[in-house]
Structure formats: C-alpha cells, structure tokens
C-alpha cells in the first residue's frame, strides 16, 4: 500500500481519485459527476492537506450547501436551493474519495462520523396520459406561432417535424435511456421485427456498460422510416439514428431541450426522457406485461426498482406469481 507523502493537498489527491475510478471501469459521466462534486468543495474549502480534514469539516461542507449555496442553473431559477437528493450525491461523492484516500494512503476516514443525509422519498411521477402523447406528436408539425407588427399571425412547419415525432415514439415504446436513445445507430434497429440492440459498453450507454435487447411496435418504426426516408444518410447502418444541431449526434441536453420545448408549447408539465421510460414500465405491467421480462426490458440489475413500478401500476404480484407459478401450473 502506498505511502501517504507529508502533505498532499485534495487538489493533488482528486487528480488521483478520478484517474482510479476511471482505470476502475466507471461510465465518464459517473468520473464527471465525482470531478464536479468534489470541486466544489475544493471552492469553497480550499485546497488543504486531505490528512487534516475532519468529520467537522465535512459536517460545515453540507450544512452550507443545505442553507447557503445557490448553483448557477443555465435555465435560470437561481434562486432555487439544492433538493436533498442532490446534497445525498455530494455526500456520496465525498464518501467515495474518502474511501479511496484511506485506502490508498493508510489515513483515517473522516467520513464515517458523518452521519447520511436523509432523502425523503420522491412522489411517484405519474405517466403521461394518452392526450398528452397525442398533444406532443401535434406540437411536432409546427414552430409556435409567429406576431408580427406588419403581417398577420402564422406559423411555419417543424424542420425536425419527423425526426421529433419518432423520437417521441421510440422513447415511448422502449423505455430506453436518455443516453441510450442517444447512442443508437441506424443499424441498431431491425426495421422488419422492431429488434433494437442496445450495445454493451461505452458505445451502447447502457448502465453497467451491458447490452440488451428491446423492441419497438409498428407505429413507432412507421415514424422512424418516415424521418430516415429524409436523410442521405438514412440508409448508413453506422451512422447515428437521431441527428442533433450541426448535424451531429444526438445528445441527452439536447433531448431534454427538445422534450421540455414541446411540453411547454402544448402545456405538458414533467416532459422528460424518464418520464416516458416510466410511462412504458406502467402501462407494461398493466397490460399484462409481467416483472422479469419488463426488469430485463428496462435493463436494471435487480427487481427493486420493477417492483416498484408494479405498486405505482397497481398491478397484484401476489396474482401474478399465481398465475406463472411452474410448480403450480405443472401440478407438482
């Protein structure tokens, strides 16, 4: 085990943090989520010697971000404090670099005198409803309607009219990810069967970097080859499946900019990519859809969180296990 040096600031020590957790295997956006975290305290502590920081220290760290810091949001709302959630993943981050420091360097962890931020539980995010879908797909035709001083009113068609409205249906039948949708190629979907591979790794975004399958209905790939037929490239299995700004990939700040956008022009409140994941996950379960395939569908690792889409669906586990029961059903 390596030996802690007399003084080693928490600058020098976060380079060495994120270059471990990057060589550990996790996701970019994990490494940056740490990266960000810890700068602000690095801001706002300054830069000490890591083997003098206190549970104290640290306790003074997430009081100030629970009663005084405000973040600098690029949608405005400045004046907005951070949830608990948000103060529960900085002390996730700080517990993470403090693990790794004692380790790394046979120090002591101030962290485990720091008790955990409590998170009270979030209200269940209700699915979209059938009109709200339908308002969405309309509001993909056209811009927002024009004033002028010298014409009358009117509106101009939707340049990414196509690509919006299959976009909405893709999120909408699959329940992928933000970044998952984003990093589909053309060749991904199998426009015969409704067969989209999620690739596995770094390429794919899948959580825990494992691929899967999903499917997608005839409705949403109707849409899809409308948008594709457009394109040049639209026959190009390696090329990105939706285009963004400047004719680049997709990405998931663009995608949230584009749902939010539709949402408030036809009054759709909560119009985001997991919203409509969790649209899919319900309406799974309530036709019919049962836990395993859906967990594996939604690509989670343990039932947790399908059960938990399965209380919010109403849907009776109890009577379903009855009904698949194969001890049961094969009269053991």
């Known amino acids: 085990m390596n030996q802690r040096p007399r003084v080693l600031n928490f600058s020098s020590a976060l380079n060495?943090?994120?270059?471990?957790?990057?060589?550990?295997?996790?996701?970019?956006?994990?490494?940056?989520?740490?990266?960000?975290?810890?700068?602000?305290?690095?801001?706002?502590?300054?830069?000490?010697?890591?083997?003098?920081?206190t549970s104290a220290n640290l306790l003074e760290f997430l009081n100030y971000l629970r009663s005084e810091y405000v973040p600098r949001?690029?949608?405005?709302?400045?004046?907005?404090?951070?949830?608990?959630?948000?103060?529960?993943?900085?002390?996730?981050?700080?517990?993470?670099?403090?693990?790794?420091?004692?380790?790394?360097?046979?120090?002591?962890?101030?962290?485990?005198k720091v008790p955990r931020p409590?998170?009270?539980?979030?209200?269940?995010?209700?699915?979209?409803?059938?009109?709200?879908?339908?308002?969405?797909?309309?509001?993909?035709?056209?811009?927002?309607e024009a004033d002028t001083h010298d014409r009358r009113k009117f509106t101009m068609a939707r340049p990414t009219g196509k690509r919006d409205k299959a976009i909405l249906?893709?999120?909408?039948d699959t329940g992928l990810r933000a970044s998952e949708?984003?990093?589909?190629?053309?060749?991904?979907?199998?426009?015969k069967t409704g067969k989209v591979t999620i690739r596995p790794g770094l390429e794919g975004k899948a959580k825990g970097r494992k691929g899967?399958?999903?499917?997608?209905?005839?409705?949403?790939?109707?849409?899809?080859?409308?948008?594709?037929?457009?394109?040049?490239?639209?026959?190009?299995?390696?090329?990105?499946?939706?285009?963004?700004k400047f004719n680049r990939?997709?990405?998931?700040?663009?995608?949230?900019?584009?749902?939010?956008?539709?949402?408030?022009?036809?009054?759709?409140?909560?119009?985001?990519?997991h919203r409509f994941r969790h649209t899919f996950a319900i309406t799974y379960l309530r036709s019919g859809g049962d836990l395993f395939t859906l967990k594996s569908l939604l690509g989670?690792?343990?039932?947790?969180?399908?059960?938990?889409y399965a209380r919010i669906a109403d849907v009776d586990v109890e009577q379903a296990h009855r009904k698949a029961s194969p001890a049961d059903n094969w009269r053991l």
């Open 118 to 144: 409590r998170v009270a539980e979030d209200a269940p995010v209700e699915p979209f409803r059938r009109e709200e879908i339908e308002l969405l797909i309309k509001a993909c035709d056209t811009c927002a």
């Open 16 to 53: 060495g943090f994120l270059q471990y957790k990057l060589a550990e295997g996790l996701s970019p956006a994990t490494v940056f989520n740490y990266e960000r975290d810890l700068k602000l305290w690095l801001e706002h502590m300054g830069d000490q010697d890591i083997g003098k920081i």
């Open 300 to 308: 989670h690792s343990t039932l947790e969180m399908v059960e938990h």
């Open 212 to 244: 899967r399958t999903v499917y997608v209905g005839k409705s949403a790939r109707r849409f899809l080859w409308r948008y594709l037929t457009e394109r040049v490239d639209g026959t190009d299995p390696d090329e990105p499946l939706f285009i963004g």
């Open 73 to 112: 949001r690029i949608a405005g709302g400045e004046e907005r404090k951070l949830s608990d959630k948000t103060i529960y993943n900085f002390y996730v981050s700080l517990s993470a670099f403090f693990t790794w420091a004692s380790m790394e360097f046979e120090m002591a962890n101030p962290m485990k």
């Open 249 to 273: 990939p997709m990405n998931r700040d663009g995608l949230r900019q584009l749902l939010g956008s539709l949402g408030e022009k036809v009054q759709v409140r909560k119009c985001h990519p």
């Open 169 to 172: 249906l893709m999120l909408l």
């Open 181 to 191: 949708l984003c990093a589909l190629r053309i060749g991904d979907v199998d426009m």
